[in-house]
């Protein structure tokens, strides 16, 4: 057996979620888009700013929102010097929890001054807006050392508006990562970029794993027995999606199932089309469908999709246990 390539390579996970705000959180955005920061007060008289929910102390429903200033003082900092593609800013800044005027508990943001030199604990700073707010922590695009007459300039330019109150805000989340494969899934990924699946056969039980996992998660032994496999498979489940995911060119309503190779024990997972969807069913026969051999890398992705073919259903009882492809009946 061949020692296979080492893969590594960056992805990026990442995925928008809807969340409703509540009474507190909607009034702290509603603000922020009149260019206005708003804190809340605690039962021990402290006022915290961004307003919470619920009291620090004794667990209950706070209400009592408070204006606080635009300008504050910086209690703590760390300047990051070599800033990433998801930071807010391209050039070099600070992260500081800055106490703003008339609240007791600071709070999270970034401060932009020219060098690192320029920052210090306890310097005064003010709040910059971007011009056109929508209800965001962002619509402060920074804080900076403190200028009376711009901080002035800033409160008398106020956005007065009487829409309604936020109720709802979407949420991007994403993580970057590094992904090194090991040797069964670097063997496997180079096998897919020959147009070939390849699985991996536990010396114990005899199953045929697909991706290969280097050793049996049933017996806990390593695999190192290839076996080539072919693109046919079998439905073993599904799933009718509704939903649009980003980059995906089959447009919903779709279907993802669980597929059994043929010559395999174990299911994976990838897309269906060229079907009706009310009509896919368990034990139906699939075959892949490649993108042209010049668009072949190391992924799964190298098939678009899996389509029904014209061969009769393998018994939901006989699923994944088949020795040979196909079913005789």
Known sequence: MTQPEVLSQEFELGYT??????????????????????????????????????????????????????????????????PRASHPHSKPFAWALIRLDGADVPMLHSVCTATEAGMRTGMRVSAQWVDKPQGSITDIACFVPENPAAAAEGLEKEAETDQEMIKGIEVPVSLTYQYTAGEATSRYLSEVRQGQLTGQRCPRCRKV??????????????????????????????????????????????????????????????????????????????????????????AMDNIRYFRPIDEPDVPVDRIGKLPVSGWEG
């Open 17 to 82: 979620y809807t969340r409703s705000t509540g009474p507190i959180v909607g009034r702290f955005l509603t603000e922020l888009r009149r260019k206005k920061l708003v804190g809340i007060k605690g039962s021990d008289g402290r006022v915290y700013a961004p307003p919470m929910e619920f009291d620090p102390q004794t667990t209950e429903a706070l209400s009592e929102f408070v204006e606080v200033g635009q300008s504050g003082e910086v209690v703590s900092w760390c300047w990051v010097s070599e």
């Open 209 to 298: 794993y697909i991706p290969p996992r280097g050793s049996c998660p049933a017996c806990g032994v390593a695999t190192d027995e290839e076996v080539a496999l072919s693109d046919k498979c079998t439905v073993e489940s599904f799933t009718i999606v509704h939903i649009p995911i980003p980059g995906n060119p089959i447009q919903p309503p779709y279907i993802i199932a669980n597929l059994v190779a043929d010559g395999a024990n174990i299911s994976f997972i990838h897309l269906l089309s060229e079907c009706v969807n009310e009509e896919v069913r368990k034990g139906q026969r699939v075959q892949a469908v490649w993108k042209p051999m010049e668009e072949w890398d190391y």
